[in-house]
């Protein structure tokens, strides 16, 4: 994944598409891919297009720790935010055997280095606000039984579960164990006994439709009865991408998740959900990277112009 440069946040009062104040506590990254991508642009004429990225590179995007020592990038991202007076949305993602194989494969060695992982991107968060998305899809994939070896599958519920302890033992930070999406996993007494033994009880709650595309109301169902099995647990969504839905069901295309033609970004970030179990809307996949090489697209987490400026330019329908 190409990493983003860092600056000073932009004002964080965003507008829904339709027109309403929705005020966002959540840090602006400027400098971000679609923030140089508009300005160069601009430079070469093309304003009608860089105006349209500003819709992206005026949203409060999460930033994600990606190397082998996440110190550095979580203290820089979180002291930017604290001096801008916004909090941080963070995303660890390095969990051993991550994603199953496919275009995002990786994460550490071994349960042992992911505790070190762990314990180096929560020291670089220190005392400072964030909201962290713990893991996206490593539960789920435990639920779909795309987890190996057996022993990575037997160990990640309580490696996760720890690092729900770690990050909480911080003062300021909140944190989020991802739950995967609605169209993945349809036993949900199966996802939330796995979310149970991998701490999401000592968490502020489960993340839903990260990097994926279900509408919010189609995600708020399912989340409120992932929640009812979970106590009431509270819980929030990515609305990044999902203006449009998903790509419906087409024939021979296996992977209508991997850079869908035809979506849009869905409302922008914001704590003014209207529903007391859903905490925050928020921009979790960053707009315009890619998911994987699919479609004529770069490496997973590469910037991909052409597909920022269509999510960017085409008209929402839900």
Known sequence: MCLPIFAAAADATDVTDAGTAAPSPFWVEPQGFAARQARVWQERGREADAEALHRISDRPTAVWLTGDDPYDQARQVTRQAARAGRVPLLVAYNIPHRDCGQYSSGGAPDANAY?????????????????????????????????APAEAARERPALLAEAVRTFKSLPRTSVYLDAGNAGWI??????????????????????????????????????????????????????????????????????????????????????????????????????????????????????????????ATTPPTG
Do not use: M
Request: with cysteine; proline share 10%.
């Open 186 to 311: 349809s036993d949900q007494r199966l996802l939330a006994d796995l979310l149970r033994r991998s701490g999401v009880g000592d968490a502020d709650g489960f993340a839903l439709n990260v990097s994926n595309f279900h509408t919010t109301p189609v995600t708020r169902a399912y989340g409120s009865r992932l929640s009812a099995l979970l106590g009431g647990a509270h819980y929030v969504i990515d609305t990044s991408r999902n203006g449009n839905g998903p790509l419906p069901p087409q024939a021979g295309d296996p992977e209508s998740w991997c850079n869908p033609p035809g979506r849009a970004l869905g409302t922008p970030p914001t704590t003014v959900t209207g529903d007391p179990l859903v905490d925050a809307l928020v921009w979790v996949k960053r707009p315009g990277e890619s998911d994987g090489s699919c479609r004529g697209a770069p490496p997973a987490g590469h910037w991909w112009a052409p597909y920022a400026l269509s999510l």
């Open 115 to 147: 505790r070190r992982w762990v314990a180096r991107a929560a020291a670089g968060i220190g005392p400072r606000r964030a909201w962290v998305v713990l893991e996206p899809d490593a539960v789920a994939h435990l639920a779909s039984g795309c987890v």
